[in-house]
């Protein structure tokens, strides 16, 4: 799984970082990092993050590039 986050639309709310702490965390007060290529084992845990988005900020992409056959 490919994982895109709009760093535009981002807020900063955090709701990816209690869902999915392996891949997203925070770096400073409100900067946002984030693995691009997580585990498959995280798979679950990004989706729950992709859906708890308050800003649908995240995009999830199975194929080559994130957002090619998107899942949300
Ligand atoms: S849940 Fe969405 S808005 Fe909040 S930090 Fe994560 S990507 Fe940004």
């Known amino acids: ?3 895109l986050v709009d760093q535009n639309r ?3 709310y955090g ?3 209690f869902a999915a702490p ?3 965390r ?5 900067s946002l990092e984030y693995d691009h290529v997580p585990d498959a084992e995280s798979d679950r845990a990004v ?3 992709a859906l708890a988005c308050p800003v649908q900020a ?6 080559a590039e994130a ?6």
Do not use: Y
Not at 26 to 30: I, L, N, P, Q
Not at 67 to 72: D, K, L, T
């Open 67 to 72: 957002g090619a056959g998107e899942v949300r």
């Open 47 to 49: 989706e729950r993050a």
């Open 26 to 30: 925070f770096r400073g007060v409100e």
């Open 15 to 17: 709701q990816c970082v």
């Open 58 to 63: 995240i995009t999830l992409g199975r194929g």
């Open 22 to 24: 392996a891949v997203f």
């Open 10 to 12: 981002c807020q900063g």
């Open 1 to 3: 799984m490919r994982v």
